[in-house]
């Protein structure tokens, strides 16, 4: 299989998921610059986090307009694995990919430590690796991670389980139930504030993202092979 890591000027996390994909999981993986006008050689996205154009305007405002996000709507709509963390997740909520938007965090803080997560769906093809209901502990580094949506979006995400990670113990930024990952309606677009690839490896102090990652590969090999 074969990834993008996705680089916006700002980004800062990129080369955290180039490793977990390349040295961790033992997939090929490259990085594509932010004006790139052809997705058609991965066969899945990864959006980084970082402070992409600085966060001026609004975290992903500027990023959304980049010439790569056309090619990642089309990938999305193509059925691809499309991954936002962090700075990423607030790019594909500009986007459109993902319902809701990331708002300052409640305390009016940045953040940077590890927290709890609860897999609220182990049924996507991000999170298969997991069991429901299981919590994992994933780093978290944001000051605008505070997840917001209007009720009538709330009671379909819900409805569409489309919640797929809550935080556990502690809600870190005030997001409305405690949402720390949500998934798009047709399941392939997963965007989520807390850092799987930051824990990918025990050495750096845990591996229980590593799980996402495996999660997609699974998927996408079991799908290639059937459609062999």
């Not at 993986?29 to 966060?55: K, Q, R």
């Not at 139930?177 to 102090?205: F, K, Q, S, W, Y």
């Amino acid at each position: 299989m074969k990834f993008a890591v996705i680089v916006f000027p700002g980004s800062n996390c990129d080369l955290d998921m180039y490793h977990a994909i390349k040295d961790e999981l033992g997939e090929e993986v490259e990085y594509v610059w932010h004006d790139a006008t052809d997705l058609s050689g991965f066969d899945g996205i990864l959006l980084p986090g970082g402070f992409s154009y600085g966060d001026y305007l609004r975290c992903g405002a500027i990023s959304r307009f980049s010439n790569v996000m056309s090619e990642v709507v089309k990938a999305a709509e193509a059925g691809k694995p499309v991954l936002g963390v962090c700075n990423g997740f607030q790019v594909l909520t500009e986007a459109g990919l993902l319902p809701g938007a990331l708002l300052r965090n409640k305390n009016l803080k940045f953040m940077c430590r590890t927290v709890g997560l609860t897999v609220e769906n182990n049924e996507t093809q991000f999170t298969s690796g997991y069991k429901k209901g299981e919590v994992i502990q994933i780093p978290i580094a944001h000051g605008e991670g505070n997840y917001y949506c209007d009720e009538e979006t709330l009671a379909s995400l819900k409805e569409n389980n489309q919640i797929v990670f809550t935080y556990a113990s502690e809600n870190p930024n005030g997001s409305i139930e405690d949402i720390a990952g949500i998934i798009n309606a047709t399941g392939n677009v997963l965007g989520m504030m807390p850092h799987p690839e930051r824990a990918a490896n025990d050495i750096m102090g845990g591996s229980d993202g590593l799980a996402l990652f495996k999660s997609i590969v699974k998927q996408w090999r079991e799908s290639h092979v059937s459609h062999a």
